[in-house]
């Protein structure tokens, strides 16, 4: 009966070292994965549809100011695109970022605006709009426009 307990319990202790190892390779293999682009844009849909379930916009903007290179300009892209049919929580969202670190948001975003070709579908989308982020988003606009016209 001794020996059965003792099995027991080693087998225990090993299916929990190899679950403690399945969870170590699996939190490896997400944190490799962290950057990929569709990783990122199926982070940014999770992240938009959330905001559209709870209207609470802190995880939406912290995703948007984490995310870089080549998927964080497709998340910006997706946040962009979902703006176009969201103009209110659009605004909400970029009114919300911290004020030092709105500029930079506002910039690479309206470089993707003009790097997509989206430019007549957000301005025609945001034509009657005046909030404050938005006239700063079409400045940073109108200022790439005008450098590529050199």
Same mark, same amino acid.
């Given at each position: ?9 080693? *087998? ?6 190899? /679950?403690?190892?399945? +969870?170590?390779? /699996? ?25 559209? =379930?709870?209207? &609470? ?21 997706? *946040?962009?695109?979902?703006? =176009? ?13 911290? /004020?030092? %670190? ?5 910039? +690479? =975003? /309206? ?11 957000? %301005?025609?989308? *945001? =034509?009657? &709009?005046?909030?404050? %982020? ?17």
């Amino acid at each position: 009966m001794k020996s059965i307990k003792i099995g027991i319990s080693l *087998f225990c202790a090993l299916m929990l070292l190899c /679950a403690t190892a399945v +969870f170590v390779q /699996a939190e490896y293999f997400v944190l490799e994965k962290k950057w990929s682009i569709q990783w990122c844009q199926e982070g940014t849909k999770l992240k938009l549809k959330k905001y559209d =379930l709870t209207g &609470r916009p802190e995880e939406l903007r912290t995703w948007l100011l984490t995310v870089d290179g080549a998927p964080g300009q497709e998340a910006a892209v997706l *946040f962009l695109s979902w703006g =176009l049919d969201n103009q209110n929580d659009f605004e909400f969202i970029l009114e919300g970022i911290d /004020a030092k %670190r709105r500029p930079a948001i506002i910039d +690479f =975003l /309206a470089g993707m605006v003009i790097e997509r070709g989206m430019e007549d579908s957000f %301005r025609a989308s *945001f =034509l009657d &709009r005046s909030s404050p %982020r938005v006239l700063d988003l079409f400045a940073a606009i109108n200022r790439y426009t005008d450098e590529a016209d050199y």
